[in-house]
């Protein structure tokens, strides 16, 4: 079962709000990524985490905290947020990162995030 | 520098019939793999076929084929007998095999495909 599932599908929220977007994923996999994804653009990736830890932090604002609290968990802390900042924001997951050149990620549905 | 490029921003394809979905690919790494997704508008991305740089022959996965053409640097993507159901974006991407590889893909700007009925 290739799932990986992210809440909520829709947030909007102010700029001065705290707010955190979740993805679950039961695959076994040890790395999960967060991407940003603006209409009709590619993905942009933010953060990697591979077993656990934080491996890769594509010069992510602050604002944006990422959090892995265990192997099936990846969190996304938002505070402070930017109108510019609204996109859509998508979870993947993969079996592992290095070396690697078929390890294949797998995306939720993503969670689209409107700041006002 | 790794690079994907996918040069068709819009394609009309007719119901039942195939389309081509350009990709063309840049890396100096003899390892890679090549992935296609599609993304309708629901914002999913969807995995759809993979084509290792090693692979002898192209890969096929139901209605979709990758014509891999090493020499050429390019992976297209061939969906055959359309559905109103492929309209969606597709991208092409990229992850280098090399020790010292973070994981990171490579997307091209994408096609969006229409399939007219």
């Known amino acids: 079962d290739t799932e990986v599932t992210q809440t909520p599908k829709h947030l909007v929220m102010g700029m001065t709000n705290k707010k955190s977007l979740k993805c679950e994923q039961h695959m076994g996999h040890r790395a999960m990524y967060w991407y940003k994804q603006k209409a009709k653009k590619p993905p942009e990736l933010m953060f990697v985490y591979s077993y656990e830890k934080l491996s890769i932090n594509e010069s992510v604002p602050s604002r944006f905290s990422p959090e892995c609290p265990n192997s099936s968990l990846l969190n996304l802390h938002l505070h402070a947020l930017q109108p510019e900042d609204s996109a859509l924001y998508l979870c993947a997951s993969s079996q592992e990162v290095r070396g690697l050149a078929t390890d294949t990620q797998y995306f939720g549905p993503g969670t689209r995030l409107t700041v006002l | 520098a790794q690079k994907i490029t996918q040069t068709q921003p819009g394609m009309f394809v007719q119901e039942k019939e195939a389309v081509t979905l350009d990709c063309t690919y840049d890396?100096?790494?003899?390892?890679?793999?090549l992935f296609w997704y599609k993304q309708p508008s629901s914002g999913e991305m969807i995995f759809l076929i993979y084509?290792?740089?090693?692979?002898?022959q192209n890969a096929t996965e139901g209605r979709y084929s990758l014509n891999f053409q090493k020499a050429r640097k390019s992976a297209n993507l061939v969906i055959s007998a359309s559905q109103l159901g492929d309209s969606a974006m597709y991208f092409c991407a990229m992850r280098e095999g090399s020790s010292g590889n973070t994981g990171k893909l490579i997307f091209g700007q994408g096609t969006t495909l229409q399939v007219k009925p």
């Open positions: 890396t100096s790494d003899p390892s890679y793999g």
């Open positions: 084509q290792g740089s090693y692979d002898q």
